[in-house]
């Protein structure tokens, strides 16, 4: 069974940085692509930031220059490092992982979390 766990949220100050984590869990065969979305109140879940196997990113307009997102491939874990944070960008982050098992490939999301830009 696969488990992703994600932390890192927490309350940071306009202009400030945090550093989402995400870990993948599980008897996994295979990891292609790592990616993050977001939903703040009353909007639809919207992607953030994915990259890919090997290694190509691509990111939402709103967040670049802004954030990255590199992975490291040896402990299935991808991050989000945000910096120069704007209230806008106040949402529950999720990552979302396409992997396969011995069973199949299919995506898997995080249980989310919470990020809060506000002095």
């Known amino acids: 069974q696969v488990q992703l766990v994600e932390s890192g949220g927490g309350l940071v100050q306009p202009g400030g940085s945090l550093r989402l984590s995400c870990v993948a869990s599980?008897?996994?065969?295979?990891?292609?692509?790592m990616s993050w979305h977001r939903q703040a109140p009353g909007k639809q879940r919207e992607p953030v930031a994915v990259i890919t196997s090997n290694g190509p990113t691509n990111y939402a307009d709103s967040v670049k220059g802004r954030f990255t997102i590199p992975r490291d491939n040896a402990k299935n874990t991808v991050y989000l490092q945000m910096n120069s944070l704007k209230p806008e960008d106040t949402a529950v982050y999720y990552c979302?992982?396409?992997?396969?098992?011995?069973?199949?490939?299919?995506?898997?999301w995080g249980q989310g979390t919470q990020v809060t830009v506000s002095s």
């Open positions: 979302n992982v396409d992997l396969r098992t011995s069973a199949s490939r299919r995506t898997y």
């Open positions: 599980g008897t996994i065969f295979s990891i292609y692509s």
